[in-house]
């Protein structure tokens, strides 16, 4: 069930995306007059079609008139994508046919650059502008939430030991930028490549100095920094054995060993399930020792306190603004990580992954804030990736159409279709790395 509701997310997310991106292609096609041969949600590679206005001859029988629309519309059966074939244009179908005709006046190649350059624009304006309708939905309804990153304390795992990192360690700077987002520590991390961090420990200000080489590491090594939360008891469940315990004791150690945080206390309490141990308590200004019961999973029934989440609510006004800061925020965010993408010495390619690395980010039950939340990351990645000046992807033809406006020269139709292949050899070698590594994290 949960495989199932995963894939159900994903396909409606990628679907949603798809026909955004390119309905802003067919919009301006159609503004400017420009006819559309056909518009699909997913590949109809090799003719093979789930549904299609012209060739699903159900359709055609109950809609005729279907047969003389200028445009066909319907879905492939490869869900890797989507397309918009505009007549006259040099495009993933490789039509030379159409091509080799004499332009026509309702043909893309007669059109001037600037309307040109929309058409190709669209696209990636479309998937900006739903992320922005995404986060202002978000930030409407459930306002931005997060744990603010000033007092609070990290618990680190192995690699942010070895990097100088301790627990209970409070980060106050990175190369002098103050992060305010707790979770966003490990992202700033890397994104900013880091070469100090000074953090507060104890009484004590110090400055720790991070290794470059490390960077793969840190891109692999799963949550770097936990949130180390304070064993404070906030209630008790209704069946636990431990009323000796009362709102706001804090346990410092369980069983004579130190479990200042609920991280240590989970070891412990898993080592002794079953028994009764000692606890060491601290209540106001007393500390007291008192027996508590372990049950078999390793729990005594006590609630913690949970740590402090900063909630700003929005009004309808103050949505937009902050809808338009968090795509602008995730846009930079995502050219960060394309930096480091393209820097082999991070390892960064092998974080790359297709659509089965997205199914894994999609909650198991369904959850409509992480569902609108992840539809307005994803569409950000698709217009920013789309923009990248590869032949092939949006942004190889804004870039040929700039150099024609710029210099007067429009490219060839044989040097497009050159650069075209040039652009599909190089997004097959991207779709290969990202099947392989999805492939090999599955295997291991």
Not at 32 to 38: A, L, N, Q
Not at 103 to 132: C, D, Y
Not at 337 to 361: C, H, M, N, Q, W
Request: charged share 20%.
């Amino acid at each position: 069930m949960t495989v199932l509701i995963k894939a159900l997310q994903v396909i409606l997310a990628l679907s949603i995306l798809i026909l955004f991106h390119e309905l802003g292609h067919y919009s301006f096609a159609k503004l400017f007059h420009i006819r559309v041969d056909k518009f699909y949600l997913f590949f109809d590679l090799g003719g093979t079609f789930l549904f299609s206005t012209k060739r699903s001859k159900w359709f055609t029988r109950l809609c005729p008139k279907a047969l003389e629309w200028e445009t066909e519309y319907g879905i492939g059966w490869l869900p890797l994508g989507g397309y918009c074939k505009i007549a006259g244009m040099v495009d993933e179908s490789m039509d030379t046919g159409q091509l080799a005709q004499p332009p026509k006046p309702w043909e893309f190649r007669t059109h001037n650059p600037w309307q040109r350059l929309l058409v190709m624009s669209g696209g990636v304006l479309n998937n900006f502008l739903f992320a922005i309708l995404a986060f202002v939905l978000i930030a409407g309804i459930w306002g931005e939430s997060y744990i603010p990153n000033k007092g609070s304390k990290i618990y680190p795992n192995a690699l942010a030991k070895e990097m100088g990192f301790r627990t209970g360690d409070e980060i106050l700077s990175m190369d002098g930028y103050v992060p305010e987002d707790f979770s966003m520590l490990q992202a700033d991390l890397v994104r900013r490549k880091v070469r100090e961090t000074t953090v507060l420990r104890g009484e004590d200000t110090l400055s720790l100095y991070i290794d470059g080489s490390l960077t793969e590491q840190v891109l692999n090594s799963g949550i770097m920094f936990d949130l180390a939360v304070p064993f404070i008891v906030d209630s008790l469940s209704g069946d636990s054995p431990n009323g000796n315990l009362l709102k706001g004791d804090r346990v410092v150690a369980f069983a004579g060993r130190p479990s200042e945080y609920l991280q240590d206390a989970r070891i412990i309490l898993a080592e002794n399930a079953g028994m009764q141990i000692p606890a060491t308590v601290v209540r106001g200004s007393d500390t007291l020792s008192v027996q508590v019961a372990v049950d078999s999973t390793g729990r005594i029934g006590a609630f913690m306190r949970q740590p402090g989440v900063v909630t700003k609510e929005y009004s309808f006004f103050g949505a937009i603004g902050a809808g338009l800061r968090l795509t602008a925020k995730t846009i930079g965010g995502y050219l960060q990580d394309l930096r480091l993408l393209a820097t082999p010495s991070t390892g960064a390619y092998k974080s790359v992954g297709s659509f089965i690395a997205i199914g894994e980010i999609f909650p198991p039950v369904w959850d409509w804030y992480r569902f609108l939340y992840l539809i307005g990351l994803i569409s950000v990645m698709l217009g920013v990736m789309n923009l990248l000046p590869i032949p092939g992807l949006d942004g190889g033809h804004i870039i040929f159409t700039l150099y024609e406006i710029i210099t007067g020269r429009k490219p060839s139709d044989s040097f497009m279709m050159v650069a075209q292949w040039i652009g599909m050899i190089l997004l097959l070698a991207l779709m290969v790395l990202a099947f392989g590594n999805d492939i090999g994290r599955l295997i291991h």
